[in-house]
C-alpha cells in the first residue's frame, strides 16, 4: 500500500509539472498571436500605402523602376471589402499565419537608392521626400506648355485689336477738339482783338472832345492796356484817363464829375465798335458840373443823326436844351393816373 501511494504522488508531481509547462507554452502561445496580429496590421497598413503611392504614380504618369510588372494592373480603387471576407471565412487559421496581400504582380528596383535610404523609413525621411516631389513638380509645372496659351492668345489680340481701335477713335477726337479748340480760342482772340484795338484808338479821341474846352483846347488823354497781350480775354483791362491840365493818377483818385466823363468816354468808345441805332442815357450828368454838362452835350448833339438817336434822361436844363424834342411826364390828379407831353424843339431853331 505504501508503494502505490508513493507513486500516486509521483504522478501528481509530475502532473503538476506538465500543468505548469502548458500554462507557459498557453501564454507565450497567446502573446505570439498578438505579435502576429500586430504584424499582420502593420502588413496591412504597408499595403495600403503602397496601393496609394501605386495609383497616385498611375494618374499622375510618374515612372516607377521596376523589375517586373506595371501599373496598368493596379485598379482605382483598393478592394478592401473582398480582403476582409476572406479574413473572416478563414476564421482561426488566419489569424495565426501572416497576411497575403496583393502586390498587383509589380516588384520595384531600389537599386537606384543608396544603403541609407533604404533603411531609413522615418516620417522625417519621408517629408524631405515629399518635399523634393513638390520641388520637382513645381519645376515641371514651369516647363510644361500651356495648351490654352494660344487660345488665350487669340483673345487677347481681340482685345488688343478692339483696344486700338478704341484708342485711334479716341486720338481723333482728341485730336478734332483740340483742333477745334485751337480754331475758337484764335477766332475769340482776334475778334477780342479787333473789338480792343478798335476801341483803344476811339477812346482818346473820344475823351479828348468831352473834355477840351478853351482853357484845354487839345483835351484830356485816355488809354487802355492789357494785362495779358497773349490770351487777353483770361485778365483785366486797365483804364487810364488824365483831365486836361491834371497830373496822371490812378482811376480810382479821380473826382465823381472825372470819372463820370471817363466812363462816358469808355460808353462811347465800346459803342463806335458795333453802333446801335438807339442810345440810352439815365441821368448820367448827374455828378457833372455845368460846364461838363454843356460839353456833354454838344457830344451828343454831334453825334447824333436819323441813324444813331440818343434818349437822355436828365434834370438839367443845360442838357436837355439842346435836344431836338422834349418828353415829359407827369401826374394828372384828376384822373389819379400818369400823362406824357412832348414839345417839338426843331421850330425854335
Known sequence: MA??????DEKTRALDEVKKVVARTAKASEKTMKDITLMNDEIEKAASERFSIYRKCKLEEIALPVIRGNLNKVPMEENLRDEMAMDVDE????TQRPKQVQDYGIEIDFETLDEDDRENGTPEMAAELDKEITKIQAEIEKMAPNMKALEKLDDVEAKLAATDKEADKARKQSKDAREEFNRVRKERCDRFNKAFTHISERI??????LTKGKHSPMGGVAYLS?????????????????PPMKRF????QLSGGEKTVAALALLFAIHSYQPSPFFVLDEVDAALDNTNVAKVAKYIQSQASDEFQFIVISLKCSLYEKSDSL????RDQDVNSSRILTLDLKQYD
Open 3 to 8: 508503494g502505490v501511494q508513493e507513486e500516486f
Open 91 to 94: 476564421g482561426e487559421d488566419a
Open 204 to 209: 482818346d479821341k473820344v475823351y479828348k472832345d
Open 226 to 242: 492789357l494785362e495779358d497781350s497773349e490770351e487777353p480775354y483770361l485778365s483785366g483791362i486797365k483804364y487810364h484817363a488824365m
Open 249 to 252: 493818377r490812378d482811376m480810382e
Open 327 to 330: 418828353i415829359g411826364v407827369h
